[in-house]
């Protein structure tokens, strides 16, 4: 495509994406449907740029006000992720000069607020729970796009197995640091055609959130709940660790969310799965299993603002208000999930959220009003697991990820044992 017309292009999808009426991810995909003449590298070129305009909106903004012409154009100019010459001699000298003198600006000169590319209430929270010299430590790590992490399928085959049959398809990996069923791809490869993915031996699926799944320690023959189970990543992550036996309920208010675990399901062998719409956190059908079950993983709604890499887009489209809403949907989740364990059986409340308000503020909040729960430390089950640098993932007795330190999404997890 000539550059011109891919520049209009990258114009049009950033003022379709900056409008924040869907998440960004929904607006790049049915973009390209509606483009399907795009070839991957221009597909990648304009998502890629998107993306670099989300991370930095507010510096890329700040230096779109000294050129000239449609702001979308500008912003994609600036934010632009294809190859460096490919706009050639197309652009008009004015605007080719405007572009060499914005970047060799010093951005370290700038103001906080175009450095940390966050909204002001963010930026103020991230700070008050790391530290000013952690939080730019993190602001860098959001300022880069997350790895491809897979699970391995441990019902269908060993990381080693599926390491060398990646190699062989020309896709280099390592095994994760911490997850004994991840692997990390070196850059972004496409593996939804190869073998080892249709036959169901791996799943994308970040290091993190295969750690939420470990820490339920569930076991054969047992009754286990992914309470919010979604697309089923987690599901899937329990099945196999409960070998296809007992019971596995995924439950979910999306029956959307539920379709797509269809096809996973398909390809994962498991065959102890039910997947339940549910209309909402008290339904009787839930009412049914209380006091029944030995597991229970809560993986709740949030803002889901520890996945920044992936979603930029979050930290425009989020706002205190936002965030003091979805804490009261956690606590009525957890609360419900909580009545289905029977005595002994262990809780997890997780989200992929970096703030402390949806994490150890409703985790303590629980402990407060449910003593029959007895905390425990995620330490012992992370080393039961074999993983030798636990206490590294750990902060007061709860699973504490966070980008910049473990080079995963951000995750946080509390576990309980009923009395």
Same mark, same amino acid.
């Given at each position: ?26 607006v ?27 991370r ?5 903004q ?5 050129g000239s012409?449609?702001? /979308?154009? *500008?912003l ?8 460096? %010459?490919?706009? @050639?001699? &197309? +652009? $008009? ?37 790391l ?26 085959a ?12 020309g ?45 339920? /320690?569930? *076991? ?7 309470f919010c189970? %979604?697309?089923? @990543?987690? &599901? +899937? $992550? ?60 809560v ?15 979050l ?9 003091d ?44 009003e ?15 697991a ?34």
């Open positions: 495509m000539h550059p011109t017309a891919l520049l209009d292009l990258a114009g049009e999808l950033l003022g379709a994406v900056l409008r924040f009426e869907q998440p960004a991810d929904a790049v995909s049915s973009f390209f449907r509606q483009h399907r003449n795009l070839g991957q590298r221009e597909r990648h070129a304009l998502a890629e740029t998107v993306y670099t305009v989300l930095r909106r507010p510096l890329l700040h230096f779109a006000q000294s012409g449609p702001l /979308e154009r *500008r994609a100019l600036l934010g632009w992720q294809g190859s460096e %010459g490919f706009f @050639g001699g &197309t +652009l $008009a000298p004015p605007e080719t000069e405007w572009l060499e003198r914005v970047r060799g600006v010093a951005t370290e000169s700038l103001p906080e607020p175009l450095r940390h590319n966050l909204p002001d209430w963010l930026a103020g929270a991230l700070k008050s729970a530290g000013d010299e952690e939080f730019w430590s993190l602001v860098a790590s959001l300022d880069t796009p997350a790895p491809l992490d897979l699970r391995v399928n441990a019902l269908r060993k990381r080693e197995e599926v390491r060398t049959g990646l190699a062989d398809a896709i280099e990996t390592q095994p994760t640091p911490h997850s004994p069923w991840g692997l990390r791809a070196t850059g972004k490869p496409a593996i939804s055609k190869l073998d080892v993915f249709t036959r169901g031996d791996v799943e994308v699926q970040d290091e993190g959130s295969q750690l939420l799944a470990l820490l339920t /320690e569930a *076991r054969r023959g047992e009754m286990v709940v992914d189970a %979604g697309a089923g @990543g987690k &599901t +899937l $992550a329990l099945g196999a660790m409960m070998r296809n036996t007992g019971r596995l309920y995924a439950f979910d208010v999306s029956g959307h969310r539920l379709d797509a675990l269809k096809p996973r399901l398909a390809r994962s062998g498991l065959s102890n799965v039910y997947a339940v719409q549910i209309a909402h956190e008290r339904d009787d059908r839930i009412e049914r299993l209380a006091g029944k079950m030995d597991r229970v993983l993986d709740a709604p949030c803002s889901g603002l520890g996945t920044l890499r992936r979603n930029p887009d930290k425009w489209r989020q706002s205190p208000q936002t965030i809403a979805l804490r009261e949907g956690q606590t009525a989740i957890l609360n419900s999930a909580a009545r289905l364990l029977k005595s002994g059986g262990r809780l997890v409340y997780a989200t992929c959220s970096l703030l402390e308000a949806e994490n150890e503020k409703i985790a303590q909040r629980f402990g407060t449910h003593r029959e729960f007895v905390p425990l430390p995620v330490v012992a089950a992370l080393r039961r074999g993983l030798g640098q636990a206490l590294d993932l750990v902060a007061d007795d709860y699973l504490r990820l966070w980008p910049h330190r473990h080079a995963t999404d951000g995750f946080f997890a509390a576990t309980w044992q009923r009395k």
